[in-house]
């Protein structure tokens, strides 16, 4: 069974308040997120403008996580973004 777009940003919200509530990630946490934003990316159902500019910068945490030896540290230095991105994920899916 596929999940809808609204499942894929709700799951998408869900790492992203995790890793900024207990300050760790995983590798498999970040290649989520990259899956996720790839799909969501690919489907081109998002009419929300703001997500949709964010969602390479979304990406690129991903990716940067990843490869990051300092998972904390990294989650650390990009907390601001994330409450961004927490806050425009979860306006598009009250709409």
């Known amino acids: 069974m596929a999940l809808t777009i609204n499942n894929q940003l709700l799951l ?3 790492i992203l308040e ?3 509530t207990d300050s760790i ?3 498999s946490e970040y290649q989520q997120i990259k899956r996720l934003v790839q ?12 997500l949709l500019q964010l969602l390479p910068e ?8 990843e490869m990051n030896q300092h998972h904390s540290d990294h989650i650390t230095t990009n907390k601001q973004n994330i409450e961004n991105w927490l806050h425009a994920i979860q306006r598009t ?3």
């Open 25 to 27: 990630g995983s590798v």
């Open 58 to 65: 979304i990406y690129n945490y991903g990716e940067q996580g």
């Open 39 to 50: 799909k969501l990316t690919e489907d081109n159902r998002i009419t929300d403008e703001q």
């Open 18 to 20: 995790e890793q900024t």
């Open 93 to 95: 899916t009250l709409e």
């Open 12 to 14: 998408l919200h869900d």
